[in-house]
Structure formats: C-alpha cells, structure tokens
C-alpha cells in the first residue's frame, strides 16, 4: 500500500471516529487534584492552524516541508518510509511543564509507534563528549500488531514500567483512543480510555530498579536522574508511520490549598 493511501486512510478515519467530548476526560477521576491544588483553566496545546507554541528539539523552528502537518486543529504525522532520518521528526513544546493534567486523543495508523514523552530534556556527558534528549514516555503502539507487549505497549512508562493488562482497553488502529498523564511531583499516572493503566512514583525502589534494568544506565550519555528533574518540555515522536493527534489539551497543577 502507497504511502499516500495510508495517509489518506489515516484522515479519512480521524474524520469517521473524531467526535471527543468532554465526557471522555471525566473530572470525577481527578477530584483528588481539583479539591486539593490551585488548577489552571485547560488550554489546547494544538493551534488554530500552524506550530505556534511548538518547535524542534532545542528550539529549532519546524520547517515548513515537514511531514508533520497541522490539519483543521490536529497535529498530523505523515507516514514515512525512512529508516534512518524520520522526515517529521520529534516536535517538542516551547514551553516547559512541571506538574500537570495532560489529556489527549489520537488515531493510529497500523504498526504506529508513537509517544508522547514528558519532563523532556537534554542529558550530557562531559567525560564522553555526548548529549541526548530523553524523557519519560506515555507510549503509543498499535499494539495488535506489534510483539512488544511489555514496557513497551501503549499506556507504558517506556522501558520502566509496563500498563497493567488487566486495565487496558485499547481501540485498534483507525480509531479514536484517549490517554491521560497525571503528573505530580514524585506521583505519575497514565491513563487508556478512562481507566487507569499505570501508578509510579519518580526515585523510589521501585523506580531505581526498573532504571537499572532498562537501556538508560547504557546509553553513553549515562543521564543519571533520568525523570527525576520536575520541570521539562512535552514531546511528540515520529517513528516513521502516520498518526494524528485529534486534541491535545493541558491543565497546569499549582500550589496547594
């Protein structure tokens, strides 16, 4: 199949299966914040039209051939065929988050493998002359077509900690999904279709071991405290096939009451 009918695909099905309300992201599930935190009002991280609001990794403005597109108020990845050079590439917030309520939908293509990743930043190794831009990750997979039914399946903290089975009601391909990430302080949650998936909390045991048995400790840019910094950049992943983000919609969590 072309890559133009998947893309066309792609649309035709965020047209079918785009009707989100507000009910799919209930408050009751976040009573706990609300009654507790000075909560700001939600704002869509997706603009009108363009990318204003969103960049490149490190700040480099996203050019205007990228195979993202921003398609009547989505964020929509073209798929490519590149192995090596993904020609959308990660895009990455302007602004930094520290504790927060993000709630989002997409659709996937088939064999999608996507991400929203949070607290993003750039590690660096001086002694090796090395830097990478890492974060926690709320996977995104087309998980009826891929092996990886661990730490890497939708609703997993990527590499540390898998979504509970038993929870997770994910939509196939082509059709709307919703997530929710909770993060406060130490305290992190990702939720799949109003159910809650996954409960961590940053630097405990149970974080340093899962740290240990991933693939970080191994990368040469070694980021030691990996997620464990409170402030950082949202980011959303290319791996090379098609996916849209049909909302994207942010509440910032303040000072205690």
């Known amino acids: 199949m072309s890559r133009k009918i998947v893309f066309s695909l792609l649309l035709f099905a965020a047209f079918c299966f785009s009707a989100i309300a507000a009910e799919d992201f209930p408050d009751a599930d976040i ?21 204003a609001g969103w960049t490149k990794s490190g700040g480099a403005k996203i050019p205007d051939q990228s195979k ?8 929509v990845l073209e798929y490519s065929d590149s192995t090596e050079d993904y020609a ?6 302007a602004k930094q988050y520290t504790n927060f309520v993000l709630d989002f939908a997409w659709i996937a293509s088939e064999k999608c493998n996507s991400g929203i990743k949070y607290r993003f930043k750039k590690f660096v190794n001086p002694d090796k002359n090395t830097s990478s831009w890492l974060g926690c990750e709320y996977q995104i997979l087309d998980d009826g077509k891929s092996t990886n039914q661990g730490k890497g399946s939708t609703a997993s903290l990527y590499e540390m900690f898998a979504a509970d089975k038993e929870k997770k009601r994910l ?3 082509g059709e709307v999904n919703t997530g929710r990430i909770i993060v406060l302080d130490t305290h992190i949650e990702h939720w799949l279709n109003g159910e809650k998936a996954l409960v961590c909390v940053v630097g405990n045991d149970a974080w340093k071991k899962a740290y240990a048995e991933s693939k970080f400790p191994t990368l040469q840019v070694n980021p030691e405290g990996f997620g464990e910094n409170p402030t950082g950049f949202l980011m959303l992943q290319d791996h090379g096939r098609a996916i849209s983000f049909e909302k994207i919609i942010i509440r910032e969590i303040g000072e205690k009451r």
């Open 31 to 51: 009573r706990w914040i609300l009654d507790q935190y000075n909560v700001s009002e939600p704002v869509s991280l997706i603009p009108v039209e363009g990318f």
């Open 88 to 93: 959308g590439g990660e895009i990455v917030t």
């Open 171 to 173: 939509n196939p391909h």
């Open 68 to 75: 993202w597109t921003n398609k009547e108020g989505k964020l």
